[in-house]
């Protein structure tokens, strides 16, 4: 019983992708929309087919501009987080301005980072790595924050420094919440380096995109849209990989009563 049960679970992403294509093929065909608004699932594959070649041109840039913008995201958030967390003079002060910062829309950064850098990747890495680093500052920073006041004051009086609490307590407490923020952010970064390339770039699956606009391939847009979607996915899947491997302890629990 259990074993059919993992077997449905592991099938069941492959079954609802399945009904979304097969649902979005119907919809186009049942009610005749025009290519030109809405293109069947069909014909976004198959513009994805045929263009082959320029799109897998212009995807590396976007994975790479988007990988390195993550790791920026993943060096500063962690390291803001385990300022903010360990502190709450820090925590008080710092995480009202993050909030603030993270309220701003990311896509109004990109002119500015045009005219600092120019057109090109370092905008969109840049851009990726604004939109990606408060998830992982947030996740870190929660870990640090909400160690029980009981168990410090027990550590402490053990002879253990405020250092030793966080590095023995704080920071393994703080590894679910860190992998579960990895994924959040990575397909974050997704958005943060596409959006700059829409705006200011030219290379990558965004400007692919705006050039397929400005002559009315709607099908060639939709394939970029899946080539991205597909990287998110598959970056994603990378870091639940490592989350399961690393924080089994923190979901053992959970997995006994799935």
């Known amino acids: 019983m259990a074993m059919k049960r993992r077997t449905i679970d592991r099938w069941a992403p492959w079954m609802f992708l399945g009904a979304l294509l097969l649902g979005w093929e119907l919809v186009v065909r049942v009610f005749g929309i025009d290519e030109f608004v809405l293109p069947s699932a069909t014909a976004s594959f198959m513009a994805l087919y045929n ?25 500063v958030g962690v390291a803001l987080g385990v300022i903010i967390g360990s502190s709450r003079f820090m925590y008080n002060g710092l995480y009202p301005l993050l909030v603030a910062f993270n309220a701003i829309p990311k ?29 992982i500052t947030v996740n870190i920073a929660t870990g640090l924050a909400t160690i029980e006041p009981e168990l410090e004051d027990v550590l402490r009086a053990l002879g253990a420094s405020r250092i030793e609490v966080l590095r023995k307590v704080g920071l393994p407490r703080s590894m679910p919440l860190f992998f579960a923020s990895l994924k959040i952010a990575i397909t974050l970064a997704f958005v943060g380096s596409v959006v700059s390339e829409l705006a200011a770039s030219n290379s990558g699956i ?7 606009a400005s002559t009315m391939r709607v099908p060639l847009m939709f394939a970029g849209l899946i080539v991205i979607s597909v990287m998110a996915t598959v970056m994603y899947q990378v870091f639940a990989v490592l989350e399961r491997r690393m924080t089994g302890w923190a979901t053992r629990g959970m997995d006994a009563h799935g």
Do not use: D, E, K, R
């Not at 263009?51 to 995807?59: D, E």
């Not at 965004?206 to 397929?212: D, N, P, T, V």
């Open 51 to 75: 263009n082959f070649g320029p799109i897998m041109y212009n995807t590396w840039p976007t994975f790479w501009t988007t990988m390195v913008g993550f790791g920026l995201g993943i060096v």
């Open 107 to 135: 896509a109004a950064f990109v002119p500015i980072l045009v005219v600092w850098f120019g057109i090109g990747v370092v905008p969109a890495t840049l851009t990726a790595f604004l939109i990606c680093f408060f998830p």
């Open 206 to 212: 965004g400007q692919l995109m705006l050039s397929a």
